[in-house]
């Protein structure tokens, strides 16, 4: 049960990570992308499901992160192109906030399997010695 409610957790934080990311934030007299709040959280997430359940089973947990980032992509991607009810008059807020999030997933993808997979061997290889 413990790891259910970590995996959910870990996608949970995946996915807002990513919707977030479309709002900028101010850090002192930088902008930075709201997704950074969450995101951090993903690795120690997957840093205590590895060091409780090994390094198979947090590789797949993250598979399955990438695999719910693109069920998201492709749901608000489908939402976004059906007809908008006729006195519905948020569409363009709509394409606006959640438009660009397929674009912000699918470019942040690779560098979040490559960093969540690299984070896995570098806790092993830490743990060992």
């Known amino acids: 049960m413990v790891l259910v409610a970590l995996s959910m957790i870990f996608a949970a934080l995946l996915l807002v990570a990513n919707v977030t990311a479309v709002k900028i934030i101010a850090v002192g007299t930088e902008g930075i992308d709201a997704g950074i709040l969450a995101y951090p959280f993903t690795?120690?997430?997957?840093?205590?499901?590895?060091?409780?359940?090994?390094?198979?089973?947090?590789?797949?947990?993250?598979?399955?992160?990438?695999?719910?980032?693109?069920?998201?992509?492709?749901?608000?991607?489908?939402?976004?192109?059906?007809?908008?009810?006729?006195?519905?008059?948020?569409?363009?807020?709509?394409?606006?906030?959640l438009g660009s999030v397929p674009r912000i997933v699918l470019a942040s993808m690779i560098a979040y399997l490559v960093s969540q997979h690299h984070d896995v061997i570098a806790f092993h290889m830490w743990k060992k010695n």
């Open 43 to 97: 690795f120690l997430i997957s840093d205590v499901i590895s060091e409780i359940y090994g390094r198979k089973i947090t590789s797949k947990i993250i598979w399955m992160g990438f695999v719910v980032s693109l069920i998201m992509v492709a749901m608000f991607y489908i939402a976004g192109q059906l007809p908008a009810a006729g006195f519905w008059e948020d569409q363009r807020a709509y394409d606006q906030i």
